[in-house]
C-alpha cells in the first residue's frame, strides 16, 4: 500500500505561482504512474496532470498547458505539481493520485489517492 499526502496548497493572487508537493510513503513511486486531479464545488473531479514512472511522458489538461508543470523525484518518493500564471478557475482541491498499469487520464482509473490541498485564486 502506498500513503499519499498533498502540501503547498494556499491562498494566492491571479498571476502568481505555487508548488505542490506529494509525498509518499509504504512503497515507492517507481512502481506508479502519478497524476494530479482537481475537483471544485458542485464539478466533477478532473484530470490535470500526469507523469510516468521514469518521467519520460507528461500529459495535461488543455487548460493548464504551458503554465502547470508536473515532475517527480523517486528518491525522495516525491511528486510536484508547478503552477504559474494562477487563474481564479484553477481554484480547487487538488489531489494527488497513483495508478499501476500504465497511463491514465480518468478517476477510476486511479488506485491510490492522497486527502487533497485547497487551492484559492483570487481575483
Known amino acids: 500500500q502506498v500513503q499519499l499526502v498533498e502540501s503547498g496548497g494556499g491562498l494566492v493572487q491571479a498571476g502568481g505561482s505555487l508548488r505542490l508537493s506529494c509525498a509518499a510513503s509504504g512503497r515507492t513511486i517507481r512502481d506508479y504512474y502519478m497524476g494530479w486531479f482537481r475537483q471544485a464545488p458542485g464539478k466533477e473531479r478532473e484530470f490535470v496532470a500526469v507523469?510516468?514512472?521514469?518521467?519520460?511522458?507528461?500529459s495535461y489538461l488543455e487548460s493548464v498547458k504551458g503554465r502547470f508543470t508536473i515532475s517527480r523525484d523517486n528518491a525522495k518518493n516525491t511528486v510536484y505539481l508547478q503552477m504559474n500564471s494562477l487563474k481564479p478557475e484553477d481554484t480547487a482541491v487538488y489531489y494527488c493520485?497513483?495508478?499501476?498499469?500504465?497511463?491514465?487520464?480518468?478517476?477510476?482509473?486511479?488506485?491510490?489517492w492522497g486527502q487533497g490541498t485547497q487551492v484559492t485564486v483570487s481575483s
Open positions: 493520485a497513483a495508478k499501476v498499469g500504465g497511463l491514465g487520464y480518468k478517476v477510476q482509473e486511479y488506485n491510490y
Open positions: 507523469i510516468s514512472w521514469g518521467s519520460r511522458t507528461t
